[in-house]
């Protein structure tokens, strides 16, 4: 039996052509050559044109002149016969070593021939060279009118010379061939010219991914961003930001956790101290007070806990998103509900105004969690007698909840402090655990809305909750 074990780098590891697909610099230089790449090839077919047009010119030159020699070698003789001799000068013109035939034709004005192939193609314009076909071959064919001493006043002879295309293809080919050389050596040297540059002009760059790679996991500091170019430079600045949040977030979580060890010791040790009173007591009513202080203490634990757990969900990112529509009407008749046998204990009136339904956008379960801590902190500061008043409105595009009480209230001066995670403000007798507000401000950050204390104008507080409308 074998144990196919793949290593954790070769499952990982993306193949080096996607890796370079995604490199910077690969696509800076792709985006470099390519358009060049594409002028060049306009500039290429520019250019074979160009040797076209070039040899056809050369080549129409060189028919032009053997028929304008051939012409004049054309004369009458004393019983009025049209002789030619042809010059062999205006054949071997056309010997280039590629092994080319040339024709010619020579007639007169009324259609005699005087030399050379009656059927060879004659161009539609004189002195204009022609591409043709004769007796199988591709050939250029030029057409010259000649006036010739001897003849009648104004006659003239028609001379027409024509030669393969071997010639001509090969100085074609040569011309552009030259030119795509030259454009060949110009991509290379910008190739290269460009990799050499963007390898000075990433160097920044690649300076910056060391800094960080090479940076201690501890280390938050941020980076220089005058080390980069300026293009670069809103990175730096959203990287050192980043850290900065970062920073920001590993610090409130040290408070957090030291906080939280710190307001679950005195709980634990009041409930061992009380197990182990209740277990030495004898006497049996002393030993039931002792349990029922037991029983005290661990249903404040567990209330600790469980807000230390709603805290920990309530904080962005600790889980996915919700969008509930929520009727915060519904949710806090149901929330009111639950603590009405408390209010009663307590002799509170517990009250609540609603217009209507008030629906909002967000976690539902987050957002009865909000209201169970507005209601709950309520009724533990208020005194015996007193009231709490729960009233949802809506205020344009906000739902707008007040839950007011008579109780002892917050100074001005800490409205602000209150929100802080286990903050307690001092002379205070109600038991807490200073969360509920610190789980409201997170619920409502989290749902895009915000929170503000206000003094009651019978001196207790009131908290208002702003939350946009569904």
């Not at 050499?196 to 060391?210: E, M, N, S, T, W």
Request: aromatic share 4%; glycine share 6%; net charge negative.
């Amino acid at each position: 039996m074998t144990n196919d074990v793949t290593p954790r780098s070769a499952r990982t590891s993306p193949p080096l052509w996607k890796r370079s697909a995604e490199s910077l610099r690969f696509q800076l230089l792709l985006w470099i050559v390519l358009p060049l790449i594409s002028v060049i090839c306009i500039n290429l077919f520019t250019s074979f044109q160009s040797a076209e047009a070039t040899a056809d010119l050369i080549n129409d030159q060189m028919l032009l002149s053997s028929a304008r020699v051939i012409a004049e070698a054309v004369a009458v003789d004393t019983n009025g016969t049209i002789e030619a001799d042809i010059p062999p000068a205006a054949l071997e013109m056309f010997d280039t070593g590629h092994g080319d035939r040339v024709f010619y034709r020579v007639i007169t004005a009324w259609g005699t021939l005087v030399t050379g192939f009656l059927d060879l193609p004659s161009p539609t314009k004189e002195q204009t060279g022609e591409d043709a076909v004769f007796r199988g071959d591709k050939v250029r064919v030029m057409m010259l009118n000649h006036p010739v001493v001897g003849l009648a006043k104004d006659a003239t002879v028609s001379v027409s010379v024509a030669v393969t295309l071997n010639n001509e293809s090969a100085m074609r080919q040569r011309l552009w061939l030259s030119d795509f050389t030259k454009q060949l050596l110009l991509v290379l040297v910008a190739g290269l010219v460009a990799v050499i540059g963007l390898q000075r002009g990433l160097a920044p760059v690649l300076k910056l991914r060391d800094a960080v790679r090479q940076r201690d996991r501890e280390r938050l500091d941020p980076f220089n961003s005058q080390s980069v170019q300026s293009e670069l430079r809103p990175l730096v600045h959203a990287l050192n930001d980043h850290m900065e949040r970062v920073q920001g977030q590993m610090s409130a979580q040290r408070r957090f956790v030291s906080n939280a060890a710190h307001q679950l010791r005195t709980p634990l040790a009041l409930v061992n101290t009380q197990a182990s009173v209740a277990a030495r007591e004898e006497n049996p009513a002393r030993r039931n007070e002792a349990l029922q202080a037991l029983r005290t203490s661990t249903k404040q634990l567990t209330r600790l806990a469980s807000q230390l757990l709603t805290l920990s969900r309530a904080e962005p990112g600790s889980r996915r998103p919700r969008h509930d529509t929520v009727d915060l009407t519904v949710a806090a008749r149901q929330v009111l509900e639950t603590y009405a046998e408390t209010a009663l204990k307590r002799q509170i009136d517990l009250g609540f105004e609603a217009s209507g339904p008030a629906f909002v956008e967000g976690d539902g379960t987050m957002l009865s969690e909000m209201l169970v801590n507005l209601v709950d902190n309520a009724l533990r500061y208020t005194p015996a007698g007193g009231t709490v008043t729960v009233s949802l409105s809506l205020e344009g595009e906000w739902v707008c909840i007040r839950v007011e009480d008579n109780g002892p209230g917050i100074p001005e001066s800490e409205h602000e402090q209150v929100f802080e995670r286990f903050y307690r403000i001092m002379g205070t007798q109600a038991e807490g655990s200073g969360l509920g507000l610190a789980i409201v401000k997170e619920v409502v950050d989290g749902a895009s809305g915000d929170v503000a204390l206000k003094t009651a104008p019978n001196g207790g507080l009131i908290v208002e909750v702003r939350l946009p409308v569904a």
